[in-house]
């Protein structure tokens, strides 16, 4: 009995790790096969350019799948929330406004979802996706039709700028924002009794309700916060980009549902977890940097994102079931 | 007597007579309620939009749903087989993908000079091939299929990049063109392959025990491994055709387009609402092949509606979503009222 319980730890530690050693792999890998990469200016680069808004989107999604439910709407607030802020500052409102504007747009994408889920009763999946075709309309009707909506270059304001490109003692603005989101939402589900609610009705829903815990309400809650979190990615990207494009967001979607189940590799019990993403959105963040490095064609490059994350899908998995967890 | 139990046991409509059976009261509303609103949105385009009710337009309509209607079949199987819990249950999201893919390998064997025999084998075959990889990935690995099939997605989409290089390949050969054209009512050929393939697989779905076990696996997964029924091979098999039936949405997109084209991707989540939508049109509000067909033709009609009656089309994805939700609501407000 207890030989095979030490028989297992082994495997149980090398599933648990399995991402970790991935990152590794796939780190020493691009710097052993693209000159460039092992530089502060392209690491940075990968934090910056591919780690940041998905690590917020991711996060969003996160929060969705923690409390058993899925968010395919982030998108749609992160688009909300851009919309919101860029047509806000075109229109000369002080910047501050139009940030509360956009959060307000991302958390309100969220409390329709939170209704469908938690007042009526409809799966996240279908409530969201519903969300997802509503906001995509609702979008293009806004702009005529899909049009992007610019910012003169010169006509942004100051602090509009400073979201996107300022730095903070050398820190890029954007990345400390992304660190921030992380940081609380890991106090969040480590330190706050309201997030070990949610985990638990993400694994055991029926026990939370004998427990006498306002089950519906958590779940309302999660997803407010999920859009939210999601509509300052969209922030992040306008003050980037200086431009509205109409369901742009949906571009993180899949992305971030995969660095989040990919992050659930990482929690001994197969659970979505605020580290684990993170591991996962880092994974993704470097492949997608590190092929474009090798100077691979373009084309090949969704090929081998695609499969790396397959294999690292499979391995986990595969050790997973290995140890029966 | 007997011949009134016997009567009872039949999954007829006068079941909804019975006072003991308030659930099904409630589903044969719902269920008579959404061919309601079917009816009676085309009712009032049949009125209010010139042409909406000619053979030639209704035939149109068929011929256009044909793609997304064999994609969507092609999901209502893994639905079928994998659950109704979409997150860990039964979903394909690489049948969009699958369908870029195969089209492409039609199209470049096309322009490399074989005969459409050989295309259209490889298209097959490209569809199987996906099909088989998620099958491995979800029974073998144990990967969760939403997970496993969109990795594969990516992988698809990606390989459809290096083989067409983001570019159209045209293609077209006398059985493209036959496949593409009207019969003589002016009714497409592809509205005759949808109702004919939505009939074979609806006969093979719902009317063997191959169907009634495929129901078994994805319902009550302990209790169909308890009877002995192989459910990993099941499983396998449902991802297997699904694939098969990205592959033939290949062939009919290379026809109706003449040529492969970019952005496979944008079918992905229309084809899931639809085969999601299509749970509506059954009698036990659980995924049927004959309600996605239907579900696939009323979003068909009403693009159409919309484009003849000169309403803006970027309306038709948030009708599609406010359905969608009425529906689902609607369907679990009345099952809240059963319990």
């Known amino acids: ?325 | 007597m007997s011949a009134d139990v016997q009567f009872a046991s039949l999954p007829a409509i006068a079941d909804s007579d019975a006072p003991k059976s308030r659930g099904n009261l409630a589903a044969a509303a719902l269920r008579f309620g959404s061919l309601l609103v079917f009816a009676s949105i085309f009712v009032v385009f049949s009125l209010t939009a010139p042409y909406f009710f000619t053979v030639g337009n209704i035939g149109n309509v068929l011929g256009q749903s044909a793609i997304a209607g064999v994609l969507a079949i092609g999901l209502t199987i893994v639905l079928i087989a994998g659950g109704s819990n979409v997150v860990t249950g039964g979903i394909d999201l690489s049948l969009a993908a699958n369908m870029g893919l195969s089209a492409a390998v039609y199209a470049s064997l096309i322009q490399l000079g074989y005969g459409d025999a050989t295309a259209a084998a490889g298209a097959i075959l490209t569809g199987f091939a996906i099909g088989a990889v998620n099958a491995a990935a979800v029974v073998l690995a144990g990967i969760v299929p939403l997970l496993a099939t969109l990795a594969v997605m990516n992988v698809v989409a990606g390989l459809e990049l290096v083989l067409t290089e983001n570019t159209v390949v045209p293609a077209s050969t006398d059985v493209l063109s036959a496949i593409s054209t009207s019969d003589s009512f002016g009714v497409p050929i592809l509205a005759y392959i949808l109702i004919g393939f939505t009939a074979i697989v609806a006969a093979i779905i719902q009317y063997t025990p191959l169907g009634l076990r495929l129901y078994a696996v994805g319902d009550f997964p302990d209790a169909a491994r308890a009877a002995g029924l192989p459910l990993k091979r099941l499983v396998a098999g449902a991802f297997i055709a699904s694939g098969l039936c990205g592959g033939l949405a290949g062939i009919l997109s290379v026809s109706y387009l003449s040529g492969s084209t970019t952005g496979s991707g944008e079918m992905l989540l229309p084809v899931v609402v639809t085969a999601l939508l299509g749970s509506v049109f059954s009698r036990r509000l659980v995924p049927t092949v004959t309600g996605t067909l239907i579900s696939a033709l009323f979003v068909g009609f009403l693009v159409n509606g919309f484009q003849l009656l000169n309403l803006p089309s970027t309306l038709v994805s948030g009708v599609q979503g406010l359905l969608i939700l009425m529906v689902v609501s609607a369907t679990t407000l009345l099952r809240k009222g059963e319990i």
Do not use: E
């Open chain 1, 1 to 325: 009995m207890s030989a095979s319980i030490s028989a297992g730890r082994p495997l149980a530690s090398l599933s648990r790790y399995g991402l970790i050693l991935a990152l590794i792999a796939v780190f020493s890998i691009f710097s052993a096969a693209a000159p460039t990469f092992l530089t502060p200016g392209n690491l940075q680069s990968i934090l910056v350019n591919n780690f940041t808004l998905l690590a917020i989107v991711s996060i969003a999604m996160t929060l969705a799948v923690s409390a058993g439910g899925i968010d395919l709407s982030v998108g749609t607030a992160v688009d909300f929330a851009s919309f919101a802020f860029v047509s806000l500052v075109l229109a000369g409102q002080p910047v501050a406004l139009a940030l509360l504007a956009a959060l307000l747009a991302g958390a309100l994408v969220g409390a329709f979802n939170a209704i469908l889920i938690s007042a009526i009763g409809v799966s996240p999946f279908l409530a969201t996706l519903g969300t997802l075709f509503i906001g995509r309309s609702i979008q293009q009707l806004l702009t005529n039709g899909g049009n992007p909506v610019y910012l003169p270059p010169n006509g942004v304001p100051y602090a509009f700028r400073f979201l996107g490109h300022g730095t903070i003692a050398g820190l890029p603005v954007p990345l400390l924002i992304a660190a921030v989101v992380i940081a609380s939402v890991a106090v969040l589900y480590s330190q706050m009794r309201f997030g070990r609610v949610v985990l638990s009705i993400g694994i055991q829903p029926s026990v939370v309700r004998y427990s006498g815990i306002a089950l519906g309400r958590d779940v309302a809650v999660i997803f407010v916060l999920a859009g939210t979190v999601a509509a300052i990615a969209g922030i992040i990207l306008t003050s980037t980009v200086t431009v509205y494009i109409p369901s742009s967001g949906n571009a993180f979607l899949l992305n971030a549902i995969g660095a989040t189940f990919i992050g659930t590799t990482f929690s001994p019990l197969g659970r979505p977890n605020v580290a684990g993403t993170v591991l996962g959105v880092l994974l993704l963040s470097i492949v997608s940097n590190g092929l474009l490095l090798t100077g691979l064609n373009f084309y090949w490059q969704q090929v081998g994102t695609g499969s790396l994350i397959f294999a690292v899908l499979a391995f986990s998995f595969i050790n997973q079931k290995a140890v029966g967890a």
